[in-house]
């Protein structure tokens, strides 16, 4: 990732969003050649120079300070996430990429095993390094696949089986797009990650697209609702845990409310796969 294209372009982005009215401001006299905030308006909203507003936008500064990026931020009405992304690249801090070692430690195994809703262990590029049962009943049977293929954005956006579990597929392709934004400005680095960001951007169209617009999110929290061929729609809530020593990977569970037509699907769901797994370890112990 080209870190000051980055940075122009998610500026200019959001820039788009503002208008002068939006900070108290008398809009500026002439034609508006693109939407939204000028250089010179945001650069007088968050009291810079406009030569060093520009600077900054053409990603010139070797290291604004902390307090002049905030400004930038706050003129532009930034999320908590996008003001981490902005800092992210217009003071970039040199850090590694994550380790590409697919090990999962024994306890969080155990802990995933014994999970009795839908559960995996994923990095922070979408990576699936462990699953339950009821995970691959949900979206698909990762043990299947090849482990280079064993990636959430990768299947969302070029497997048709895995999108058509998605009823609300935009969101959850956004979310996917959102959360690489902010793992590219996090480690610019990542081998690995400009190749998947790469792959994607060419084989997929609405990946481009929606990379183009430049979302930023972090998601710990949220839903998604599921279209599953044997027990139809419903709705699941997911919370993301990470441990400080393993802050680049995150276990997900995915949960129905109590007592909700989702929670009778869930345990369904649970039912079939569970019926699924022993005749599978029966047809295994006939086949000895």
Same mark, same amino acid.
Request: with cysteine.
């Given at each position: 990732?080209?870190?000051?294209?980055? !940075?122009?372009?998610?500026?200019?982005?959001?820039?788009?969003?503002?208008?002068?009215?939006?900070?108290?401001?008398?809009?500026?006299?002439?034609?508006?050649?693109?939407?939204?905030?000028?250089?010179?308006?945001?650069?007088?909203?968050? *009291?810079?120079?406009?030569?060093?507003?520009?600077?900054?936008?053409?990603?010139?500064?070797?290291?604004?300070?902390?307090?002049?990026?905030?400004?930038?931020?706050? *003129? !532009?009405?930034?999320?908590?996430?996008?003001?981490?992304?902005?800092?992210?690249?217009?003071?970039?801090?040199?850090?590694?990429?994550?380790?590409?070692?697919?090990?999962?430690?024994?306890? !969080?195994?155990?802990?995933?095993?014994?999970?009795?809703?839908?559960?995996?262990?994923?990095?922070?590029?979408?990576?699936?390094?462990?699953?339950?049962?009821?995970?691959?009943?949900?979206?698909?049977?990762?043990?299947? !696949?090849?482990?280079?293929?064993?990636?959430?954005?990768?299947?969302?956006?070029?497997?048709?089986?895995? #999108?058509?579990?998605?009823?609300?597929?935009?969101?959850?392709?956004?979310?996917?797009?959102?959360?690489?934004?902010?793992?590219?400005?996090?480690?610019?680095?990542?081998?690995? +990650?400009?190749?998947?960001?790469?792959?994607?951007?060419?084989?997929?169209?609405?990946?481009?697209?929606?990379? #183009?617009?430049?979302?930023?999110?972090?998601?710990?929290?949220?839903?998604?609702?599921?279209?599953?061929?044997?027990?139809?729609?419903?709705? +699941?809530?997911?919370?993301?845990?990470?441990?400080?020593?393993?802050?680049?990977?995150?276990?997900?569970?995915?949960?129905?409310?109590?007592?909700?037509?989702?929670?009778? #699907?869930?345990?369904?769901?649970?039912?079939?796969?569970?019926?699924?797994?022993?005749?599978?370890?029966?047809? *295994?112990?006939?086949?000895?």
């Amino acid at each position: 990732m080209d870190r000051r294209s980055e !940075l122009g372009d998610f500026l200019r982005s959001r820039r788009a969003r503002r208008q002068p009215e939006d900070l108290g401001l008398t809009p500026l006299g002439g034609r508006r050649r693109v939407p939204g905030l000028r250089r010179e308006e945001l650069a007088q909203a968050a *009291a810079l120079s406009v030569d060093y507003y520009v600077r900054l936008e053409q990603g010139r500064l070797r290291n604004p300070s902390a307090e002049i990026v905030d400004a930038v931020a706050s *003129a !532009l009405g930034l999320d908590t996430a996008e003001r981490r992304y902005l800092h992210n690249l217009a003071r970039p801090q040199r850090r590694s990429a994550p380790a590409g070692s697919s090990a999962v430690r024994t306890t !969080l195994q155990t802990l995933l095993d014994n999970t009795t809703v839908p559960a995996a262990i994923y990095t922070k590029r979408g990576d699936v390094l462990a699953w339950n049962p009821l995970a691959a009943a949900l979206i698909v049977d990762f043990g299947e !696949l090849p482990p280079e293929e064993r990636n959430m954005p990768r299947l969302v956006f070029l497997d048709e089986e895995v #999108a058509s579990r998605f009823v609300e597929w935009e969101c959850k392709a956004r979310d996917l797009v959102s959360q690489l934004r902010m793992e590219s400005s996090r480690t610019p680095n990542d081998e690995s +990650l400009a190749t998947l960001i790469g792959e994607l951007t060419m084989r997929s169209p609405d990946f481009a697209r929606l990379w #183009a617009t430049h979302p930023v999110r972090e998601k710990i929290r949220g839903g998604h609702r599921y279209r599953h061929p044997i027990v139809g729609e419903f709705y +699941l809530r997911y919370e993301a845990f990470s441990t400080p020593d393993a802050p680049d990977v995150s276990f997900v569970a995915q949960v129905a409310d109590p007592g909700s037509p989702d929670e009778e #699907a869930l345990r369904l769901l649970a039912s079939w796969t569970a019926q699924a797994g022993s005749v599978d370890r029966m047809n *295994a112990q006939l086949s000895r």
